[in-house]
């Protein structure tokens, strides 16, 4: 009986010893110790035993239980502590790794290019003007000088909803439309950004939605002399103050005389480069002096006053400004073009 508990005290503590899992310890606690357990079957044949044996037998019996009870104890103990150790060893904070950045937007680079301008003539003393995108007949062509049959209509194919509706072409109805509500009363000092449409096939410098960022000064005695400054102004101040504007005869049925004005090439400075096409100079803008009969037709009285009006695309200012090779870049919103553009 001596060996039997013995043996079963050293096979016991053996699994013991060898066992990772608590669950394994458990399962020896259960099967070693429990009721039905094998040291409770070896002491039921205690009653064969001699009187003088049995207390010696029962204290073997008392110490091979004990004897297990410890090794499961401190077994239990040995795997907590690993589970703890390893468990601290998971969740170190390395507090020396650089932290993950916080991805910020910004603004899209056709509103950063229309904040940038509207800061300037802002500056200038004039405010920013609105007008709607579905625009009337009269105000995108016939009160700007283009009656219904008149040929220049062509130069801007359009989109129309009715005979009378349709997405505005250009930002210069917003000219008529302010006129208007200044009745006759100058001056009127105003730069409207804004979309507008036309039905053309899309392409890398064509697309048929673009904005534009119109200006218009209306006032006694407004000279040519002041367009030509003010837009060197922008052109300097948007470009860099080495660059110069140069004024081209051209021809809007709005203004009178019209002019189409050029910025010095940036990447030449003026000796010609692919850039420029070779000819030093890069074409930026529409603009003139308001047409009498506009000026008329929307209240002014021509001989009282006189003004002046620009229209710029806003793509291809930042095209310019930026290097951007394709005006579908604005308009597809990939990241990795948009990010180049974030302002801190
Ligand atoms: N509206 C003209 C265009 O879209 C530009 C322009 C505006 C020209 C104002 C002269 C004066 O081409």
């Known amino acids: 009986m001596r ?5 079963l005290r050293d096979d016991a503590i053996e699994k013991i010893e060898q066992a990772q899992e608590k669950k394994v310890v458990q399962e020896i606690r259960v099967k070693y110790l429990g009721k039905k357990g094998p040291v409770t079957e070896v002491l039921r ?12 037998i029962g204290q073997l019996a008392n110490d091979v239980r ?32 650089p932290g993950r950045p916080i991805l910020k937007g910004g603004a899209h680079p056709l509103t950063a290019t229309i904040t940038e301008v509207e800061d ?9 003007a609105e007008g709607p995108q579905i625009e009337t007949d009269y105000y995108n062509f016939e009160a700007l000088n283009l009656p219904k049959d ?6 801007q194919d359009s989109f129309y909803f009715t005979d009378e509706l349709l997405l505005r072409t250009q930002t210069s109805p917003v000219q008529a439309r302010t006129m208007e509500k200044y009745k006759g009363k100058g001056p009127i000092k105003i730069i409207c950004p804004g979309k507008v449409f036309r039905r053309d096939d899309d392409d890398a410098t064509h697309s048929h939605q673009f904005m534009q960022i119109e200006g218009l000064y209306v006032d006694h005695g407004v000279r040519m002399s002041d367009l030509k400054g003010v837009l060197q102004a922008f052109a300097k101040s948007f470009f860099g103050e080495e660059r110069s504007i140069r004024l081209r005869p051209s021809f809007f049925p709005f203004t009178e005389p019209s002019v189409e004005v050029d910025v010095s090439c940036g990447i030449c400075h003026g ?7 070779q000819t030093g100079w890069i074409e ?3 603009a003139g002096m308001v047409h009498p009969r506009v000026l008329e037709m929307s209240g002014f009285n021509p001989n009282e006053y006189s003004g002046f009006a620009f229209g710029m695309g806003v793509e291809r200012l930042a095209m310019l400004k930026y290097g ?12 990795r073009f948009l990010a180049q553009f974030k302002r801190v």
Do not use: W
């Not at 060996?3 to 043996?7: H, M, P």
């Not at 103990?77 to 060893?89: F, M, T, V």
């Not at 300037?120 to 920013?128: A, D």
């Not at 951007?324 to 990241?335: A, L, P």
């Open 120 to 128: 300037l003539f802002i500056g200038l003393g004039f405010s920013v």
């Open 3 to 7: 060996e039997q508990l013995e043996a």
């Open 284 to 286: 930026i803008l529409g």
């Open 150 to 155: 008149h040929p220049a209509r062509d130069m």
């Open 324 to 335: 951007i090779d394709d005006i579908r870049h604005f308009y597809t919103n990939d990241r």
């Open 66 to 97: 004990e004897a297990i009870g410890k090794a499961i104890e401190s077994k239990m103990e040995a795997l907590e502590q690993a589970e703890i150790h390893r468990k601290l060893q998971e969740e170190t904070i390395d507090v020396t790794l």
């Open 271 to 277: 000796d010609g480069c692919r850039v420029c096409k």
């Open 45 to 56: 044949g205690m009653g064969k035993l001699s009187p003088e044996e049995r207390p010696v």
